[in-house]
């Protein structure tokens, strides 16, 4: 297991189970593992989710966006759900934005 500081300091776990069921849906994340935790702690925007989640954003490049939607359970507490390549920049209400 892993774990990424939000930018709220709240430590999201990144089990290496939810990790293998990530790339068993989404192979083409296979080699991306770092980035995703580095996607957690070091975001260009945080976007609100579905049912209190959070979209953690990073350009990959042009037209290709990383996105990690994760959970912050308490302020001791949070996990990854999934993640997922977007080949648009991501839309919806920010939350947060890197300065």
Same mark, same amino acid.
């Given at each position: 297991?892993e774990?990424?500081? +939000?930018?709220?300091?709240?430590p999201?776990?990144?089990?290496y189970?939810?990790w293998?069921h990530?790339?068993e849906?989404h192979?083409?994340?296979?080699?991306?593992?770092?980035?995703?935790?580095?996607?957690?702690?070091?975001?260009?925007f945080v976007i609100r989710g579905?049912?209190g989640t959070?979209?953690a954003t990073? +350009?990959m490049?042009?037209?290709?966006?990383?996105?990690?939607?994760?959970?912050?359970k +308490?302020?001791?507490?949070g996990f990854?759900?999934?993640?997922y390549?977007l080949d648009?920049?991501?839309k919806g209400d920010?939350?947060?934005q890197?300065q």
């Open positions: 297991m774990v990424a500081y +939000s930018v709220n300091g709240i999201i776990r990144l089990t189970e939810r293998y990530i790339i849906n192979d083409d994340l296979a080699s991306y593992f770092f980035e995703v935790l580095e996607t957690i702690e070091n975001p260009e579905n049912k959070l979209k990073k +350009s490049g042009r037209d290709n966006w990383l996105i990690v939607v994760y959970r912050e +308490s302020k001791k507490d990854v759900i999934t993640a390549f648009e920049k991501p920010i939350v947060w890197r």
